[in-house]
């Protein structure tokens, strides 16, 4: 593969660059330097997706049919680069990235013409109801019930660790329908809208004192039959294509825009913090090249398959090797804790280098990347079994 941008390439990474410098507004910007995990909140993440989507440009991964720009996989490579370089706020995956193709594979006609253009523009924000109490790793185990009743179902159960359910209009999500034959059998994909009467969402404040999941609890909420993906019992199928994109992609751009930070952070006289730093730097090229195999996939028409369990498995464990060293970069500073001084808009005055307002916040939030989206423990099984074949 090669890894030089042809002259045309970067021609259109110089007119990305400049729509960036002349569209990301310093608020903006400012809001994308203090995330502190992959999500922005919803305010700037949503401001920023508007701006792109009058572009043109908010769904790089979309078909043109529905709205995508029609790039290469290199162009939408140097557009997601492009973005982590300039510290763009982190768009929500739920709605462009992971419910959107599933409903492109699986949805009616009038599904992706009521949803699509919606989660396009913004005006619909999801969430991912997958997980359960008692369901995480072994996700075919999920209680929770839908019953059928006339033309709707009724739901009974809890999802958790949603990711801004606080936030979403409306919920992807898995119940049981059927509890004959195996565990997957009796799943179904439901696309639920979240102001129902009977769903109530809990907040689960992070370690690093953060609001970014939910419980979500569902008592006999109704939601009409039709607003099912797929059929009846087989939303297994639907869950396994939408996990894929889940994990496939959106780790090298981060990567290297951590780099660039890492560069201000180390001492470059310490041969420990230089050796991590080249490490770090090995690590993001490898990710690199496998993401633009996965990107390859996407631009085929194919889903990524076990190539995006590789990327999900090492692209978070990169992440969390550059969040130590920049915490050990950091010393003593790593120790205080400022939660106000980092929100987006705050002026309130920093103890430590500036560098160091989202370190601790960062690291603590990214030992999640190990276990959302699979955890790297499940993410080895599926390589041994489907690429090693052990
Ligand atoms: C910050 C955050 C955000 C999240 N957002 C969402 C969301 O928006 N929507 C959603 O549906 N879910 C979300 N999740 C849930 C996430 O997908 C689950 O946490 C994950 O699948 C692991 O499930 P579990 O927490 O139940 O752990 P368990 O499945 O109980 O696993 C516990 C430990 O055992 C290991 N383990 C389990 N089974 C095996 C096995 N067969 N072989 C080897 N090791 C194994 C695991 O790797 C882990 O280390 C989120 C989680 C976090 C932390």
């Not at 995508?68 to 996989?73: H, L, V």
């Not at 523009?121 to 185990?141: H, I």
């Not at 179902?153 to 999802?159: A, D, T």
């Not at 939030?365 to 955890?375: D, K, L, P």
């Amino acid at each position: 593969m090669d890894l030089e941008l042809s002259a045309e390439d970067l021609a259109f990474r110089d007119a990305v660059r400049a729509f960036i410098d002349a569209n990301l507004t310093p608020q903006l910007r400012e809001a994308g330097r203090r995330m502190t995990s992959v999500f922005c909140d919803k305010a700037h993440s949503l401001a920023w997706q508007r701006i792109l989507a009058a572009q043109g440009w908010a769904a790089p991964t979309w078909p043109v049919e529905h709205g995508g720009p029609g790039w290469s996989e290199i162009q939408r490579h140097v557009f997601f680069a492009e973005c982590a370089r300039a510290g763009a706020p982190g768009l929500a995956p739920m709605g462009l990235r992971m419910v959107a193709p599933a409903i492109m594979r699986f949805g009616t006609d009038e599904q992706k013409a009521r949803y699509l253009p919606r989660i396009l523009s913004g005006e619909d924000y999801w969430c991912q109801g997958y997980s359960e109490p008692g369901a995480g790793s072994d996700l075919a185990s999920l209680q929770m019930k839908a019953v059928a009743d006339g033309d709707d179902y009724v739901l009974n159960g809890s999802k958790i660790w949603t990711t801004h359910a606080h936030w979403a209009t409306h919920m992807f999500c898995l119940v049981r329908t059927s509890t004959e034959g195996k565990p997957q059998a009796g799943i179904t994909f439901l696309l639920v809208e979240m102001d129902r009467p009977g769903i109530r969402v809990d907040p689960i404040i992070t370690m690093a004192g953060e609001h970014e999941v939910n419980q979500v609890l569902f008592d006999d909420v109704r939601t009409p039959r039709a607003d099912r993906l797929g059929e009846e019992d087989q939303g297994w199928t639907v869950a396994k294509h939408l996990l894929e994109f889940e994990r496939g992609g959106g780790y090298a751009a981060g990567l290297e825009a951590g780099l660039e930070r890492l560069r201000g952070q180390v001492e470059p006289e310490d041969p420990d913090h230089r050796r991590r730093l080249a490490e770090a730097q090995i690590a993001a090229l490898a990710i690199d090249v496998t993401e633009r195999r996965v990107l390859s996939a996407f631009a085929s028409g194919a889903n990524p398959g076990p190539a995006s369990s590789i990327l999900k498995a090492q692209g978070s464990e990169a992440l969390q090797r550059q969040d130590e060293l920049a915490l050990d970069a950091l010393g003593g500073y790593a120790a205080v804790h400022q939660p106000k001084a980092r929100e987006a808009g705050s002026n309130e005055a920093f103890v430590g280098p500036e560098t160091g307002l989202t370190t601790t916040a960062r690291y603590l939030n990214n030992r999640a990347a190990s276990i959302y989206g699979g955890s790297n423990e499940i993410q080895r099984d599926i390589i041994a079994r489907l690429v090693l074949g052990l």
